[in-house]
């Protein structure tokens, strides 16, 4: 019965479909033979749409300035607008979930359509955010949770923390990583075998604290002019001439490569050529780090902002370093810890490889969101 049911299932899922965090559950859910379709308030964009092949999406064209979390009132009433032509596609489709991710924009349009089973996937500054704004947002946010049949959270910090605007309990389900994608590479290097890296790969958005990063490697580079050091700035974002400015202030210009927004194929080789990979969020909220266990996955060390589900990601003293956050000097020293100890970086990228593999597996994340979707198309509580 169990397969039987997920040969026929079709999952009608609510999210922004140039997150690649979006594109990467639903690759995966059709792998598993679901039926996948997707209800997107924006276009498909480069560089990612050519990996939707495939992929029905129905969207509703928005332009990029709805689509910042700083979400006001005007903005709610424009996600609204999307109802009627969402209702219509579900009578169409008809589908066996409503599946949507971030509960402050797709969890209210899906839970106004008010069809069951209806799934809601908390992302971070839908919970952590969105409801202190005003009693209206909270309400609002609450109102979602009443009617969702099963809330799902990708880290258990952020599940404690929706548990304040509800009394259901919430599943945790993690944005997996395919061990058998993400894998050490050697066959091409930036800067050659003898060179320590060091980097992120990561949105070049100011909660991300890049900046960090750049003053860290620089007081570190101070210190150690003996040591090739290179700095690796992986991705695109608002921050990218702000940080390229910075390289130049700090004198670390030469030393540093922005590589700009890359395509997702490339994400496992940009990992692989790091040293030591750095994620110093400054962002309270901040949900879970996959980027930090694709690193993890890639045997690469990493360091990261004791903060928000990084904590959970990171086994301090074994896979990584934590330190605490906005804080360049404690960062440098994490960073020049692992520089000038070689086989502790081979150590703790070991131990990280598995790590990922025995708690954060893509198989068996997927495996457990199909289980949860069949339970509750069994027993639908709304």
Same mark, same amino acid.
């Given at each position: 019965m169990?397969?039987?049911?997920?040969?026929?299932?079709?999952?009608?899922?609510?999210?922004?479909?140039?997150?690649?965090?979006?594109?990467?559950?639903?690759?995966?859910?059709?792998?598993?033979?679901?039926?996948?379709?997707?209800?997107?308030?924006a276009?498909?964009?480069?560089?990612?749409?050519?990996?939707?092949q495939?992929?029905?999406?129905?969207?509703?064209?928005?332009?990029?300035?709805?689509?910042?979390?700083?979400?006001?009132?005007?903005?709610?009433?424009?996600?609204?607008?999307?109802?009627?032509?969402?209702?219509?596609?579900?009578?169409?489709?008809?589908?066996?979930?409503?599946?949507?991710?971030?509960?402050?924009?797709?969890?209210?349009?899906?839970?106004?359509?008010?069809?069951? %089973?209806?799934?809601?996937?908390?992302?971070?500054?839908?919970?952590?955010?969105? %409801?202190?704004?005003?009693?209206?947002?909270?309400?609002?946010?609450?109102f979602?949770?009443?009617?969702?049949?099963?809330?799902?959270?990708?880290?258990?910090?952020? @599940?404690?923390?929706?548990?304040?605007?509800?009394?259901?309990?919430?599943?945790?389900?993690?944005?997996?990583?395919?061990?058998?994608?993400?894998?050490?590479?050697t066959?091409?290097?930036?800067?050659?075998?003898?060179?320590?890296?060091?980097?992120?790969?990561?949105?070049?958005?100011?909660?991300?604290?890049?900046?960090?990063?750049?003053?860290?490697? @620089?007081i570190?580079?101070?210190?150690?002019?003996?040591?090739?050091?290179?700095?690796?700035?992986?991705?695109?974002?608002?921050?990218?001439?702000?940080?390229?400015?910075?390289?130049?202030?700090?004198?670390?210009?030469?030393?540093?490569?922005?590589?700009?927004?890359?395509?997702?194929?490339?994400?496992?080789?940009?990992?692989?050529?790091?040293?030591?990979?750095?994620?110093?969020?400054?962002?309270?909220?901040?949900?879970?780090?996959?980027a930090?266990?694709?690193?993890?996955?890639?045997?690469?060390?990493?360091?990261?902002?004791?903060?928000?589900?990084?904590?959970?990601?990171?086994?301090?003293?074994?896979?990584?370093l934590?330190?605490?956050?906005?804080?360049?000097?404690?960062?440098?020293?994490?960073? @020049?810890k692992?520089?000038?100890?070689? %086989?502790?970086?081979?150590?703790?990228?070991?131990?990280?490889?598995?790590?990922?593999?025995?708690?954060?597996?893509?198989?068996?994340?997927?495996?457990?969101?199909?289980?949860?979707?069949?339970?509750?198309?069994?027993?639908?509580?709304?």
């Amino acid at each position: 019965m169990q397969h039987q049911r997920m040969e026929e299932m079709k999952v009608l899922i609510l999210a922004d479909i140039n997150t690649p965090h979006t594109l990467k559950w639903i690759t995966a859910l059709r792998e598993k033979n679901i039926e996948v379709e997707v209800f997107s308030l924006a276009n498909p964009k480069e560089p990612l749409k050519e990996y939707m092949q495939g992929i029905p999406v129905y969207s509703e064209s928005f332009s990029d300035n709805y689509f910042n979390r700083d979400e006001t009132y005007l903005k709610k009433l424009l996600y609204i607008k999307s109802l009627f032509r969402l209702r219509k596609l579900v009578k169409k489709i008809k589908p066996d979930i409503l599946h949507a991710h971030y509960a402050s924009s797709y969890g209210l349009l899906g839970a106004l359509v008010n069809f069951h %089973p209806f799934v809601v996937s908390v992302w971070g500054s839908d919970v952590f955010d969105f %409801p202190r704004k005003s009693i209206l947002h909270k309400f609002l946010l609450k109102f979602v949770f009443k009617k969702a049949d099963k809330i799902l959270s990708t880290s258990n910090m952020m @599940a404690k923390e929706t548990t304040l605007y509800t009394h259901k309990q919430i599943a945790v389900t993690p944005f997996g990583v395919d061990t058998n994608k993400f894998i050490p590479q050697t066959s091409f290097n930036l800067f050659g075998n003898s060179a320590i890296v060091i980097g992120t790969v990561k949105s070049l958005q100011e909660k991300y604290g890049i900046k960090y990063l750049l003053k860290s490697f @620089a007081i570190v580079k101070s210190k150690h002019p003996e040591l090739m050091l290179k700095l690796l700035i992986v991705g695109g974002g608002t921050e990218e001439k702000q940080l390229k400015k910075l390289t130049q202030q700090l004198g670390i210009k030469d030393d540093t490569v922005f590589t700009g927004k890359i395509i997702p194929d490339e994400v496992n080789m940009y990992h692989s050529q790091l040293s030591i990979a750095v994620f110093p969020s400054i962002f309270e909220s901040e949900s879970f780090g996959v980027a930090v266990l694709e690193s993890s996955a890639c045997q690469v060390p990493v360091v990261a902002s004791r903060i928000g589900g990084l904590s959970e990601v990171v086994d301090d003293g074994i896979t990584g370093l934590l330190v605490p956050p906005q804080d360049e000097n404690a960062l440098a020293e994490a960073i @020049a810890k692992l520089v000038m100890d070689k %086989p502790l970086r081979e150590r703790m990228g070991e131990a990280g490889r598995k790590f990922v593999q025995q708690k954060y597996e893509l198989k068996s994340c997927i495996d457990l969101m199909v289980t949860i979707y069949e339970n509750v198309i069994r027993n639908p509580q709304g």
